[in-house]
DNA sequence: CCTACCGATCGGTAGG
DNA sequence: CCTACCGATCGGTAGG
């Protein structure tokens, strides 16, 4: 066992996190997982919120850059939307722990920070938004559902993934977008 | 100011672990809430679980009866599903921090009181899945879609309405209601 | 429903 | 990263 990074630590606050919940997880229940005494988490992190702030920015920074791609992957809204859709699930599955912190416990966080990733939050669902209005000026889907309506329910569907989701289950994650985005095509077209 | 009865203060909870959380919620904060001291709580519950078992139990008994209603207001798999609809959403916005516990705090009640409402859920949601399963054998919705992953999408959506839903805001429940119903039938039928 | 309190646990720290 | 500890807060109780 040599000596634990940062990132472990991070990481395993990540894992409880996802798992208990924020107010349910002691720094002593942290060390545990680490090997370590509570107090010896102290010689990585500064406070407990900052384990959580890490957490959640490394989440918001992967839907970030998961949105980033899928919006230059194509000029098309229905490309677009497809590949927010596939993004989305792909950082949701493959960063379950930081996804889960980010969309059940970012309610922990402390106004300024909250207020941060809350901002954050609300810049990615706009692109589900805009992708949408887009492609119903475009004609591309129908009109006579509200666009932030569709995005809403959209990232109600891709927001619930993770709490029903189990990677041994019967749905592949391509089979799973497939499935999504015809749901939602069908909706809106 | 009479004295409290048993229900004020299972409904003080619902409110506090609605907007706070169940762990963030201490009996001296609920007391506060109630213009009483944390320990004068128990001399109406006997423990802060209880609380939450209480809390849970009423909008797990709300879903039930809304269920049941819808399935008895129809034959038809079609209005059975809308029946479904409109009553989750009107459990969700006419009892929101029940809902809103049972929804997101259900995971802090212990393992018995936890695996018996996750029943209760698992056989609400499995009428979903029927009924839409109904729907394909008889022809009134589509049959390449999965009906247990449309029945997933369909309460994803409702689930989440607690999350972004403002009672001021410009959507009103019947028309979420239409809206949402129309949105599902096109992505099954 | 209050007074007065209990043991346990919490986040966090000084010094090594 | 451990030892040894701090004050604060927690859920809960006896007795009135």
Do not use: C
Not at 9 to 33: C, N, P, W
Not at 118 to 124: I, K, M, P, S, W
Not at 126 to 148: H, M, P, Y
């Amino acid at each position: 066992m040599s000596r634990l990074s940062r990132d472990d630590v991070i990481e395993a606050a990540g894992r409880l996190f996802a798992k208990q919940g924020y107010h349910a997880t002691s720094m002593r229940d942290l060390g545990g997982e680490l090997g370590i005494l509570g107090g010896s988490v102290y010689a990585h992190v500064s406070s407990k919120e900052e384990l959580l702030v890490e957490v959640v920015q490394r989440a918001g920074r992967l839907f970030g850059e998961s949105a980033e791609q899928a919006m230059s992957s194509s000029e098309h809204p229905e490309d677009q939307l497809k590949a927010l859709i596939r993004g989305h699930i792909g950082v949701v599955l493959d960063h379950r722990d930081e996804a889960q912190t980010f969309l059940n416990e970012a309610t922990a966080l402390g106004e300024s920070n909250r207020q941060a990733i809350v901002g954050e939050r609300d810049t990615y669902e706009a692109l589900f938004r805009s992708v949408i209005a887009d492609g119903i000026t475009e004609g591309a889907f129908r009109s006579d559902l509200d666009a932030n309506l569709a995005a809403t329910f959209v990232l109600s569907i891709l927001n619930a993934i993770e709490r029903w989701y189990r990677p041994d289950g019967r749905v592949d994650p391509a089979s799973l977008t497939n499935d999504l985005h015809r749901f939602a095509i069908s909706g809106i077209s």
